[in-house]
Nanobody
Framework: VQLQASGGGLVQAGGSLRLSCAAS????????IGWFRQAPGKERGGVSS????????WYLDSVKGRFTISSDNAKNTVYLQMNSLKPADTAVYYC??????????????????WGQGTQVTVSS
């Protein structure tokens, strides 16, 4: 199983980036794909997730309205479009694949597989 995260970079505040998470070695439709981030000195936390089977989504409150997660099941790839970026969004972003689901109460997922991180730096 391999998850390949890409798309990070350096951007000014207010700018945009699109992260990609390409998965191989799994039956894509069986998994929830999540994006997480970890800033220096902070714990890793969830940012957004998508159930590739029913396209339910979840967002961290601080990114709602700015980030959009989507899935291209034909390409086994999940995207995270990040707009109106803020310096507080600076972190290493990771994608992960797990089993479970997303309901109105949020994600209930056991993440089994993790990709390498991609650095996102937002300058003020």
């Amino acid at each position: 199983v391999q998850l390949q995260a890409s798309g990070g970079g350096l951007v000014q505040a207010g700018g945009s980036l699109r992260l990609s998470c390409a998965a191989s070695g799994i039956t894509f439709d069986d998994y929830v794909i999540g994006w997480f981030r970890q800033a220096p000195g902070k714990e890793r936390g969830g940012v957004s997730s998508i159930s590739t089977s029913d396209i339910n989504t979840w967002y961290l409150d601080s990114v709602k309205g700015r980030f959009t997660i989507s899935s291209d099941n034909a390409k086994n790839t999940v995207y995270l479009q990040m707009n109106s970026l803020k310096p507080a969004d600076t972190a290493v972003y990771y994608c992960a694949a797990g089993t479970g689901g997303i309901s109105d109460y949020g994600p209930d997922v056991w993440y089994e597989y993790w990709g390498q991180g991609t650095q996102v730096t937002v300058s003020s």
